[in-house]
Structures are given as structure tokens and as C-alpha cells.
């Protein structure tokens, strides 16, 4: 295997740029989110060029979070911004063909519109997940299966798995002065 000879780091030169150029025409909540994907996948696989080694964001562009990416990307119409990081990291990482090439084959996946595999979800998956965001998930056997539940002071949440898909229920507790207030929360809620 050829040696990655990367010198811009992925988030802070090129992805960076890529949201640069998006700034003036999406809202900044939705780049923000990606962006602390990206940072979460950076941390996890340790790609940056300060310290890290760039050929791991080959593995970075094959796993369940980019995955989640690319879904969400999708999801909120953002797929042209991940489109161009993924052109604009093939091009800047030509020194590093594992890269490259795993960043044009996610390019090519991504313009025809076939997301990345994505594996079975499992609840062990989940609680693991949970705890590496700093949640203390709770798995509870019901008569209808198991139930993951992490609560907080003022939000709880239940989770379950079921052919591979994931359910949940998110409950805000609170307190108002009026049932106007109490609406106007519901409304918020609805309008996630």
C-alpha cells in the first residue's frame, strides 16, 4: 500500500471550506450538525494530520457513522455539500490513492442516490453508542422486549429495536405558568 503523503487536514481545510461556501444558503443548525459528525468521527478514528493518520479516513468513509452522515445529509437535502467535500477530499488527498479512491467510490454511491450499507442496528449497538455520547442508558426487559431508557433532569428518552429499526419516545418534563405555555412547547415539539 502506498504511503499517505496528506498535508490539509480533512476537517479544517477541506471540509471547512466546503461549508464556507454553503454558509450564505443553509441554515447554520443543519452545517453544524455535520460538522459534529465529522468531529466525532475524527476523534473516533483519529484521521486528522496534527497527530492522527489522514489514510484512516479510508475507514472513516466505510463506517456506520458516515453512514449516518450521509443519511442525514439526505435527509435534510444536503447531500450536493457532502458531494462536494467528498470531490473536494479526492482531489486534495491525490497523494493518498486509499483516500482518494474510497472518497470517489462514496462520491459515486452518493450520486446514485445508494446510501452506504448500513448494518442491522442492535441494542447493544445503541447502548454503546448512547455511552460514548456521555448518557447513561438503562436497559429495562418489558413483556414487548427490551427497552433502553436514559433520563435526565428534564428529558427522558425510551428506546427499542425492532428489525433493525429503531423506535423512541422522547418526553420533556416542565412546568408552566399557563396551558398556553404547555401548547406553545407542544408546537416546538411537533415542528422537530
Known amino acids: 500500500m502506498q504511503e499517505c503523503r496528506a498535508r490539509k487536514d480533512f476537517l479544517r481545510h477541506i471540509a471547512n471550506r466546503v461549508f464556507m461556501n454553503y454558509a450564505?444558503?443553509?441554515?447554520?443548525r443543519l452545517m453544524e450538525e455535520i460538522k459534529e459528525r465529522l468531529a466525532r468521527g475524527e476523534d473516533k478514528y483519529k484521521f486528522s494530520v496534527y497527530g492522527g493518520s489522514p489514510e484512516r479516513l479510508a475507514d472513516f468513509l466505510s463506517s456506520e457513522e458516515w453512514?449516518?452522515?450521509?443519511k442525514f445529509a439526505k435527509n435534510v437535502g444536503l447531500s450536493p455539500l457532502v458531494q462536494d467535500i467528498l470531490k473536494r477530499l479526492a482531489e486534495e488527498y491525490r497523494d493518498c490513492p486509499q483516500v482518494a479512491s474510497r472518497a470517489l467510490e462514496a462520491l459515486s454511491k452518493l450520486e446514485k442516490g445508494t446510501a452506504p450499507e448500513e448494518p442491522k442496528i442492535t441494542l447493544s449497538q445503541l447502548v454503546n453508542k448512547?455511552?460514548?455520547?456521555g448518557l447513561r442508558p438503562e436497559v429495562v426487559e418489558r413483556e414487548e422486549g427490551s427497552v433502553i431508557i436514559v433520563r435526565d433532569a428534564i428529558v427522558s428518552l425510551e428506546l427499542s429495536v425492532s428489525e433493525g429499526?429503531?423506535?423512541?419516545?422522547?418526553?420533556?418534563?416542565g412546568k408552566a405558568?399557563?396551558?398556553?405555555?404547555?401548547?406553545?412547547v407542544l408546537q416546538k415539539v411537533r415542528e422537530l
Request: negative net charge; glycine residues 0%; aromatic residues 10%.
Open 24 to 28: 450564505d444558503r443553509t441554515p447554520v
Open 67 to 70: 453512514a449516518d452522515i450521509v
Open 130 to 133: 448512547l455511552e460514548l455520547y
Open 165 to 173: 429499526m429503531i423506535s423512541y419516545t422522547i418526553s420533556k418534563r
Open 177 to 184: 405558568s399557563t396551558f398556553e405555555a404547555v401548547l406553545a
